[in-house]
C-alpha cells in the first residue's frame, strides 16, 4: 500500500481511472525543505507520512498555528497545495463555486504531474457528476438527488437488519472475529448495490461486490484495474435491464428521469454513487464502533442512561470524521482566502476533520456532539447529495445496532492501544477491528 493509500479512498472513482494506479512515488514525513512552490512561503508541509496519519489532529493543530487557516501543503511527489483547515474559510470556499470549481483540468501544476501519479484517481478528470460544474451539475446531481430521495428509509433499514444476521450469522458462532473484513465493510457495499438495484442474492451480485471491493480497496495480487473493467461491464448490463424493465431501485429513477441521462452517463454517476457510499460509510460504522468499545461514556449495552449510538455516530463525525480531507477545487481565478493568495488554476484540498475541531468554533477547546453543523458532508453545491446523509445514516445506525443486540457483549479482543489506523490522510478508519464476545450457539 502507498503512502496515500488512495485504493482505499472513496472520492473520484478510486482505482476506477484505468490509466490511473498507484505509482513509485516518494514517501516523505515532515516539513520540505524547500519554499512553497505554489507561493504559500518557505515552511509548507508534506501530508504524507505514517505518523500524521494515526494523529491527524495534531498534524491540524500545529498547521494551523504556524499556517493559519489555509496551510500550503505539498501532497505526494511534492506537488504543492492549499489545505483548507479552518470552518469559515472552508465554508466559505465550498459555497463560492465561481472562484473554486471542481473541474480539475484548470489546474496549473498538470506539467509537472506523471500519469502514474498516486492521486491521479481522485484529481484525473472523468466525465461524471464528480466533475462537472455549472448546468451540468445541476442536471447530474438532481438526477442523484431524485433518485436517492426515492429510496424508503424504511425498507433500507430492513433490508440492512437482513445483511447484517447474515454476516453475523457468518462469525458469530466462534466468539471471535476481525470486524472490518467480516462486517464493516461488507454491509454498505451489500446494502448499496441492492439500493441500485441488483438482486438480494445470487453470484452475480457477490461479483459485482467483490469486484467493487478489489476497485476501491484492493489487497494483496488484486487486480484492480480488471475488477474495475469488470464493475463498468456489470452496472451497464444493469442499466440495458433496467431501462427494459423498470423497477423500485436508484438505477431505475435514473434510466427514467426526464433529464435523459446517456446511459453512458448514468454508469459513471453510479459508479460515482456506489463508491461515495460505500468507504465513507463504513468507516463511519468502524469509528462508531471504536469508539463505544473504548470509551467509558458509552455502554455496550445501550440501556442504562448511557450515551447511545446515535450520539456515538454523531460526536465521530465531529471528532474522527470518515473523509479527513478530500481533493478538491481549483481556484478559476487570482483571489485571496484566509490571508493567502490564491492563483489561478491551485489546488485547494478541503480540511473537513481540520475544520470540524477548528478552535473559532470551539473556543473553549471543547468540540461537542450535540449538533451536526459539521463539514463531515461538505457544504454548497457538489456536497454529499441530500438525502445521500440520511441514507448512510441508517445503513450505520442498523449496522452498529443489529450487532449490539446479537452479541452484548462484543468486547476489543487487543488494547485500545494497539488499534492501528489505516495509513490515509483521506479516508479515517482501522486497518482491523479485532473483537470477541460469548459464541452464539448456531
Ligand atoms: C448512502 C451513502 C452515501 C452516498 C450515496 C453518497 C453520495 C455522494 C455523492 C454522489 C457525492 C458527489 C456529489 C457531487 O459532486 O455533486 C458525494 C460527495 C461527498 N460525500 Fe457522500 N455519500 C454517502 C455517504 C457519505 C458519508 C457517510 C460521508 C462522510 C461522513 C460522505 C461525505 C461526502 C463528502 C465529503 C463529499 C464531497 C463533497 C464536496 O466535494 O464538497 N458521504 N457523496
Redesign the pocket.
Known sequence: MTTSDPSYD??VGTSFDPNAGPGAHAAATGPAASGCPVGGGAGAVRLAGASYQQTPTELYRSLRREHGPVAPVLLDGDVPAWLVLGYSELSYV?THDELFA?DSRRWNQWDSIPPDWPLMPFVGYQPS??FTEGDE?RR??GV?TEA?EGVDQFELARDCRRIADRLIAGFSGSGRTELMHSYVHAL?MRA?VQ?CGMPVSGEDTQRLVDDLRISLDAGEGDDPVAAYGRVGDRLRQLVTDKRAAPGPDVTSRMVTHEAGLTDEEIVQ?LI??IA??QQ??AN?ICNALRLLLTDERFAVNVSGGRLSVGEALNEV?WLD???QN?IG?WAVRDTQLGGRHIRAGDCLV?G?AAANTDPEIWPESYVGAENSAHL??????????YP??L??DV??RTAVETLLEHLPDLMLAVEPDELSWRPSIWMRGLSELPVQFSPVAQ
Open positions: 472513496f472520492a465550498t471542481r457528476v464528480l451539475h447530474r446531481a442523484i436517492l454498505p448499496v439500493m454517476d460515482s454513487v461515495a457510499a465513507p460509510t463511519w463525525l470524521t470518515p473523509t478530500f477545487r478541503l473537513l463531515s458532508f461538505s457544504s454548497g453545491e457538489h456536497r454529499c447529495p445521500a446523509p441514507l448512510a445503513m450505520a
